[in-house]
């Protein structure tokens, strides 16, 4: 069951969730600035996320909002996990986007000391079409989350990745690890794959990357609206995870 | 389309360099092993705000990029 707060929490005063203005005080601090729609939605997010417990399992959580650098680094979540840019990155009230080859964001985040083997996920939110990029990842195949050729690829703890036939399209992509043996492919609010692979170890040393490891051939990226990091969800949870997600981005208008 | 191109001394003065508290240089190179450097329309005032502002100097030309990796990729 999806919850949806009838208390929005938040009101021209500025009042809202400690969470979202703790958010708000971080992107104010890196020299960003958020609109107030923009705000209201995150505040929604923060809200909707923690009725629906969604909140704890998250480890980073870029909501990718405020049309610049220093406010789409921020993690929703927490202090930790900031991240930068490489060069060439676009940043509009519609999401980010690098226009150039090999660009990605360094989320800071390591799977090795930061995620579970048997309870991980990484998922994003993007509104154009992707291009084989690869969405998150840290370099090694027991860590990433990637469409490409007509398929969804996607891998936690274990470097036998899983994939699935896919219409690569503009969606809401999760790889799932929901146990020590379980892992899940979804897109929107459907698991496309559950596939049995037995995690054991994260072997990267490196941070994972948003548009990681993108090809100096791939330049036409996608555009992100969303991105997060944490521990594995349940299937109710990773069906609500993408209904919330969705409806922030189109309350922010740029719904895939 | 259309990038700076460096020398390698070059590549290697901006490499990972922070233009901006969260941006930084990423070059790489194209099909014939020339440096390259993109840049968005954004990048470009907080690179001339920068002590790198001459990398907006830089001759341009147009990128071909190498063949694809074979996938998935390993790095």
New interface residues.
Partial sequence: MFNIPSFMGFDKAGFGDPDALAFFARVTA??GSLTTTEKAAVNTLVITLKANSLWTPMKAIYPMVGA???AC?QNLKSSSF??????????ASTGVES??????MDTQLRASTSLSTSSAQLSVYINTAPN?N?FLAH???DG?L?T??GAI?GSLATSS?SFVSNTDNAAFYMVNRQGASTLKLIKNSSVQLTATTTGTAYTSTQNILLNA?T???F?NNCRYAFASIGDGLTDTQSGNLYTAVHAFNTTLSRQN | ?I?YTLTPEQKDLIQGQ?????????C???INDIW????????KPEVEASEYAWVLDLPEAE?I?????P?????
């Fill in positions: 890196a020299g610049s650098a220093a680094a900031t991240g930068t840019f490489s060069s060439g990155w676009t940043f226009t150039a080859a090999n660009g990605y084989g690869q370099g090694t195949l990433f990637q490409n050729g690829y990745f490891y090809t100096t051939t330049i | 389309m990038g922070y233009y901006a508290p969260y941006q930084f240089f990423n790489f190179k194209d390259f450097l993109f840049l968005s329309d954004q990048d990128y990029p190498p063949p694809a990796p996938f998935p990729p390993v790095i």
